[in-house]
Structures are given as C-alpha cells and as structure tokens.
C-alpha cells in the first residue's frame, strides 16, 4: 500500500475512527504525509478505507444511509440525492444557495421534505420524549458540489446521532413525511418557508424564557436517574434511556453547558450536582465575565462552531443589513468562505498585522462602511492573535461589530467579551475534548451598542438544533473542562520548547513565543495560559514528511482532543490554494499539533524520538 511505511505498526490505523472504537467520531486516521496527500486528490487507496472524517468535510454513513433512504422513497435513485437538516429553515436557505450560487441550473425538482411524527405511533407528549425530526432536501445529482459546500461553510446539517436515531423512526414508519399524513391530531405543518417560526429540536413541555431557552427551575428533578446518577459508560444513553431520549434530561443538559459556558458551574462535578450548588438554580441571571449585566440567556447553542459562526454573520445582516465584513488575520478556510459567499462581500487581511490596522483605519476614515470585523483569538495555524484594544477602538468610532471566534484561546485562558459585541466558539474542541460529538456556541455582549437589535434578532429567528443526545454527551465530555486544560497548557508548553531547540525545525508558531505575544497577554486571565494548539514548519519538505510519519501521536483533522493530534494542515486545508497561503506565511512544510493529556515525559520522547527520525543535513548537526 502506498504511504504506509511497513515499519512504522502506528502508521497503520488509516481511515480508523479518532479516537478508535468510536461510532461517532469527529476525526479520522490520516497518518503518512502521503495519505493525506491521497486524501486531498481523491485516490481510492485513501478514501476506500475511509471509516468516517471531520463532520462538515465528510458526510458521515449514518446521514448518507438515511439521505439515500428517503431519496429511495421520495426521490429518484440514480439521479437524485438528498441533504438531511434539523429544521425546514436551514433547508430553505440551502434551496436560496442553490438559487444564488448557480442561478442558470434547473431547480425545478429541488423540493423540501419535512419528516414528522407519526401521529398514531409517537409516544404521547406527557412522555417527555425526544420526537423524530428531519428535513430532507431532495435535489438534482448535478447539484451536489454546491450542496457540499453549504454543507461545509454553514455547518448547517443533521449530526450523525440524530442521523441514527431518525433512521430507526423511519424504518419503523414512526417518521413520516408531513403530507404523507392527515393534519388532524397532528403538529402543525407547513411546505413552505418557515424563516420566522420556532422550531426546536425537541418537543418541550416546560417553560421557556424570552429567547427560546429552557428556564432554569423548570422540570429540575426529572433528569435525575432512577438509580441515583448517570454512569461514564459510552453506552450510557442507549442503555439508560434507550433510542426514546429523556426530553427534560437533554433540555437540562444544554443549560447546563450554556452555564458552564458562563462561569456559574463548579467545574469536576455531576450534573445534577453542579446545577444545585449554583448560586439561585432557578435563575438565569448569574453574572460573570465581568461583564455588566451578561447572563447565562446570552449564551447560545449551535450543533457546531462554524454554525454559530454562519450565524453570527447572518444575524447581524438581519440586524443592520447587508454591508461588506472584514476577515482580520489568517483564519481557519470555512470562516473567510462564509464571509465570501453569504454576503456581499469581505476586506481580507491575512497577516493580522498593524500595518493591516493601519491599512483599514485608512479606509474607515475615507467612508468606507462595513458590518463587522471577525478574527480569531489566536489564529489557526499560525496562532499570530490579534490587537483586540484597537479594534474595539476602531469598531467604537466607526460603527462596525466586532466578531471573536475564542475557540483557540477558550475562555478559560483569555477574556476577550468586553473587547467583543459577539464571541463564537467550537465546543467541538477542547470544551469537549473527547473527540466524540460536535457543538457551537454563541455569546452576545449585553454592552453592545448592537445588543438590542442582535436580541430581537435571537428571539425571531434563533432554533434550538444542538440535537438531544448530542447535548448529553457535551455535558458530560465538559465536566472536567477547566483541569484538563490547565494539563493540556502545561504540556503545550513543553512540547513547543522540544520543536523549538531542533535545527530542522524552521519555526514555531505558539502564543508563548508569538511576535504578537503582547495581545494574547492584553486578554489573558491570571489563571490563563497559552493553550495547548501549535504547529511548526520545516527548512526542507522531506524533512517535514519524515518526521510526521514517524511522529507517534494520532494523526487527523480536528484539534483540542484529549489526546495528542497532529495533522499536515496546510496541506490538508489549502492544497488547491497552497501558493496562495504561502503568502501569509503558511507554508506547506506546516505541521499542526493539538497537545492532550498524556504525561509530560512521555509526550516530550515521543517528539524527540520523530525528530530524531529526520537525517542529518550536511554541516548541521542534531540538536537531539
């Protein structure tokens, strides 16, 4: 097989599940420099093997099984495929895509499928049980390249546990097209555009507050389990509640997170346990932050980070209509594409630099107008971070929002709301950490002079879509958040010190060692430290390719995974466009690291010995 060193055992795992044995995996093994490479120009060698791959990239089988399900039933095998969404909204807007991306294109036979209860054999509402949902988006087989790339830039698509969980539904006629079945004694329907209606992922009877969340007193003991507590087990949601999910127990497990997200829960704690010990559980206005007059409702759940990012920017064109954004710094590729291709347009400055501040004071003071500016605190790859005090002084003095996608900072080690009208953020990540389910999150600044028209905008159009038993697993994955990041800084450290002592290595790029160190530490906590994201390039390519193939640490896409990741980044996030990245100093020798858990000697040999691994250039010698 091509790319898989026979003595190298670890370089074996192509196309496993990261982390292995797990169904719902968020990456997949890539690890010879050569199979990722296969990877990007499609070679079956790769792609054959292929048992799932990040969610937005690659479609996982449990949501193209049921998508071809429905086309079998509804559509035209063959000719026809299906796009599978949580609620008819994110449908239409894929159906308005589908319009402005390739006006010329016969869409006559797009249709939407809504997929409901069935009336006669859904459990009744005082069950409190998690409803099978779906909507369909059939379409012509010739769409599908602008159908995958709503998929990827929006992250707009169904996970593949709900995947899982509909298709049994449908298998049992359980789920049903909506006009398939009489209106009477059923939820009320509708074909057409639902853009204004609520619509949640679960049916709920408990109550609500203004936003759409679920209130905090509401229904607070039933997510109790009958034997006293819920265990760690993988299982544990099929065996405890089986394929009918606990409505009250996921409506609990999402406030749950939405406090932890706002500093109002004790960290290493049970779920039940942590809610009681907040200050007022039945409150939903602790304060923290340091933000005057920021609650837990201005925290908002998405089914992955760059939905809450999609949605931050469409929000706010709602709010204050449609205006050019700016995309300050390199950023990860779906961010600068959702700028591009849902609105009218994007400012890029790729090097994040004063200079680019300069450059864009200039044109603010000529009269150019723009809606926001988004950045990353750090940046992805290069971790270069921002100048949050400027921008906040730029954006106060003429009126554009300012977007922060904290995620690789995480609020645990910086503190960028008061610099921000919005904060994104992929729970997907270290908030999770295991590698296992997907989540996003959105944060408004209640100081915003935007505050008010972003809320009415939030309780109009905003959905609860975080699918039920993707939020179980969210909570629990989160309970230990704040000490596995405090290991995973320290080891970061350490592993950058190693990279950065080895003549090989041409350059580290970490936070710590930044030359834009000076506005990490501007936002950074006193508890805070410089993350556990790093990546490196090389003086020679072969260099970079001998030492990934011999690195043994999992090798995928993703980051902020408990364990050690690494990945080829640019080559796997910019190989059509490698010139291009080159440009803003992300050179094609990059390697990417997300540092985990392990044991700090331990971790620091595994980096020595893969150096170790890269011959000898002539007149330079070893470092290690």
Not at 161 to 183: I, L, T
Not at 364 to 392: V, W
Not at 484 to 505: C, F, K, M, Q, W
Request: glycine share 8%; with cysteine; charged share 25%.
């Amino acid at each position: 097989m091509p790319g898989l060193p026979i003595d190298l055992p670890w370089n074996r795992t192509l196309g496993d599940t990261v982390p292995p044995n797990t169904p719902h995996a968020v990456s997949v093994s890539l690890p010879t420099w050569r199979s990722n490479v296969a990877y990007e120009e499609g070679e079956a060698w790769v792609l054959d093997k292929m048992q799932c791959g990040y969610p937005r990239f690659f479609i996982a089988k449990p949501i193209n099984h049921l998508a071809q399900a429905i086309v079998r039933q509804y559509g035209s095998p063959g000719s026809e495929k299906a796009m599978l969404f949580p609620t008819h909204s994110c449908g239409a807007r894929c159906v308005e895509f589908f319009r402005r991306q390739q006006p010329e294109a016969d869409r006559s036979n797009v249709r939407i499928l809504d997929f409901v209860p069935h009336p006669e054999k859904a459990p009744p509402t005082q069950a409190k049980r998690v409803l099978p949902r779906v909507t369909a988006v059939v379409y012509p087989e010739e769409l599908w390249p602008t159908a995958k790339v709503f998929w990827q830039h929006t992250g707009e698509g169904i996970s593949s546990r709900q995947a899982d969980f509909c298709q049994k539904a449908f298998d049992e006629g359980s789920m049903v097209e909506s006009g398939s079945v009489s209106p009477s004694g059923t939820p009320r329907l509708s074909k057409g555009p639902r853009r204004y209606q609520k619509h949640v992922s679960v049916d709920l009877d408990v109550p609500r507050s203004t936003n759409g969340h679920l209130n905090g007193h509401a229904n607070g003991n039933s997510m109790v389990a009958d034997d006293g507590g819920a265990p760690d087990s993988a299982q544990f949601v099929e065996e405890r509640y089986g394929r009918n999910l606990d409505v009250a127990f996921a409506a609990q497990a999402r406030l749950a997170i939405r406090k932890r997200i706002a500093g109002s829960l004790s960290a290493n704690e049970e779920l039940p346990l942590s809610l009681d010990k907040a200050p007022d559980a039945g409150a939903t206005n602790e304060r923290s932050r340091d933000v005057p007059d920021f609650s837990v409702d201005d925290v908002y759940l998405y089914p992955m980070g760059m939905n809450a990012i999609f949605h931050a920017h469409r929000s706010l064109m709602v709010a204050r209509g449609e205006l050019p954004s700016v995309m300050f710094g390199f950023p990860y590729v779906d961010t600068l594409k959702v700028l591009e291709k849902f609105g009218p347009g994007t400012q890029f400055y790729g090097f994040g630099s004063a200079e680019e501040l300069d450059d864009l004071e200039r044109r603010l003071k000529a009269g150019e107008k723009y809606l926001s500016l988004f950045c990353e605190f750090p940046g992805n790859p290069l971790l270069r971070t921002p100048d949050l005090k400027r921008i906040r002084a730029l954006a106060d003095r003429y009126d554009f929002a300012v977007v922060v996608d904290e995620t690789i900072g995480n609020f645990l080690n910086v503190h960028v709301l008061p610099y921000a009208d919005v904060v994104v953020s992929s729970l997907t990540k270290v908030f999770s950490g295991d590698s296992n389910v997907m989540g996003g999150s959105t944060i408004l600044n209640p100081q915003s002079q935007y505050y008010t028209a972003m809320k009415h905008v939030f309780e109009t159009e905003y959905e609860d879509k975080h699918f039920a038993e993707d939020s179980i697993y969210l909570e629990r994955n989160s309970r230990d958040f704040i000490t596995r990041t405090r290991r995973i800084n320290h080891n970061g450290e350490a592993v950058a010190d190693i990279l950065r002592s080895h003549p090989a290595v041409k350059q580290v790029n970490y936070p710590k060692y930044s030359p834009t160190k000076h506005n990490y530490d501007a936002c950074k906590l006193p508890t805070g430290g410089y993350g556990g994201l790093l990546s490196a390039t090389f003086h020679r390519m072969e260099d970079a390719q001998v030492f990934y193939d011999h690195l043994q640490t999992e090798k995928g896409p993703s980051l902020g995974t408990n364990f050690t990741l690494s990945s080829p980044f640019v080559i796997l996030a910019h190989y059509n466009e490698l010139e291009w990245a080159a440009k803003y100093g992300c050179d094609a020798t990059l390697v990417r690291f997300s540092i985990g858990l392990e044991d700090t000697k331990t971790l620091q040999r595994v980096f020595e010995s893969a150096l170790s691994a890269i011959p000898e250039v002539s007149g330079v010698k070893k470092a290690l």
